[in-house]
């Protein structure tokens, strides 16, 4: 793979940046579509950023923004540990132009297990994403366990982080595996599995997330494609 450097945009939910990456940062950050995001790409070295761009400031600056980063090394899931988390900071408004998380898994060639009880009290399985993978559980049934998703932020189509993944499990009286999503205005919102678009170190949705689709009869978090309550029936805004 070529070592070669070339200048990209690399998207964020809250601006981007330009910098030089190589090949395999570019494969990391492309995750559908004609555009990068900088999440997945993880902790750029500073001289490799040329200038970034603040969507609060609604301005370009020369130079690369703050990093603030931690390295926890938690174990998060079975066979999956954290390693490092940080954001990319606006060195004027301090506002965050991008997230990432930086995970390792002990043993490559086995699948990552289910997420350690203190990150959600109830285990849910489901199906995996990218069948590609062929995932097995201990008793070869065909499916393995995405609790790790639990807390990665959710990004909609247009590179906006719009919340983070609490919930994964399925809905009294539906079928099928939902996620459910803390926004960022702190409400809930439910999305329907076949809408994410792919799982990786965020979650990336194959459209945009709507403000709301609570009932305003029984209260329930409808999904983004719905038209009516899934739960009393009643027409949604």
């Not at 790409?41 to 609604?58: A, P, Q, W």
């Not at 932020?153 to 009286?173: F, H, L, M, N, T």
Request: hydrophobic share 30%.
């Amino acid at each position: 793979m070529s070592s070669e450097f070339r200048l990209k945009k690399l998207r964020g939910s809250g601006g981007y940046i330009m910098a030089s990456v190589n090949d395999e940062q570019q494969r990391k950050g492309n995750l559908g579509g004609p555009d990068l995001f900088l999440a997945p790409v993880g902790r750029l070295d500073f001289e490799k950023i040329s200038k970034y761009y603040c969507n609060t400031c609604e301005k370009e600056y020369e130079g690369s923004p703050r990093i603030d980063y931690e390295s926890p090394n938690e174990v998060v899931a079975e066979n999956l540990i954290l390693l490092e988390k940080g954001q990319y900071l606006c060195t004027t408004c301090g506002s965050v132009l991008a997230e990432y998380r930086n995970f390792s898994k002990p043993d490559e060639k086995a699948e990552v297990g289910l997420a350690r009880s203190d990150k959600t009290e109830v285990p849910y399985v489901v199906p995996d994403p990218e069948p590609q993978r062929s995932p097995q559980t201990a008793e070869s049934s065909g499916v393995t366990a995405f609790n790790s998703v639990i807390g990665l932020s959710v990004y909609d189509a247009e590179a906006r982080r719009v919340g983070v993944v609490k919930e994964i499990g399925i809905q009294p009286g539906q079928s099928g595996i939902i996620l459910a999503v803390t926004k960022t205005d702190g409400t809930t919102a439910i999305i329907k599995w076949e809408e994410v678009r792919k799982i990786g170190e965020i979650v990336l949705l194959g459209g945009q997330l709507s403000n709301d689709f609570r009932c305003a009869k029984c209260g329930n978090s409808n999904a983004p494609s719905s038209k009516f309550c899934e739960i009393c029936g009643n027409k949604l805004k």
